[in-house]
Nanobody
Framework: QVQLVESGGGLVQTVDSLRLSCRRS????????MGWFRQAPGQAREFVAA????????FYADSVKGRFTMSEDNAQDTVHLQMNNLKPNDTAVYYC????????????????WGQGTQVTVFA
């Protein structure tokens, strides 16, 4: 089993920045990819970013490309999502996920999920 705990959400203004963190524990050696997803009220959960653990290759949704950066600190067993130039439509609950397969943007392929952290961006 793998446990994931997110932190770093909050209430910010448009164009502000936030950094989300996700600490993992348990059988982390089985994890191939880490991802971030988000879900706004009344909408489906959508892919945001992913990082492949063996080579740190990253993949982003078009809506966040150039504004968000995902990174990994293996010494701390933590992944981060640096979010810059935030916009009101970035408002959502952000979820950290861990998967064992090389599928990056589909939520159902991730086996483990955190509890989520709220990000609210106001104009």
């Amino acid at each position: 089993q793998v446990q994931l705990v997110e932190s770093g959400g909050g209430l910010v203004q448009t164009v502000d920045s936030l950094r989300l963190s996700c600490r993992r524990s348990g059988r982390t050696d089985t994890i191939y990819v880490m991802g971030w997803f988000r879900q706004a009220p009344g909408q489906a959960r959508e892919f945001v970013a992913a990082i492949r653990r063996n080579d740190q290759w990253t993949f982003y949704a078009d809506s966040v490309k150039g504004r968000f950066t995902m990174s990994e600190d293996n010494a701390q067993d933590t992944v981060h999502l640096q979010m810059n130039n935030l916009k009101p439509n970035d408002t959502a609950v952000y979820y950290c996920a861990a998967g064992k397969r090389s599928i990056f943007a589909i939520a159902s392929y991730y086996e483990y999920w955190g509890q989520g952290t709220q990000v609210t961006v106001f104009a």
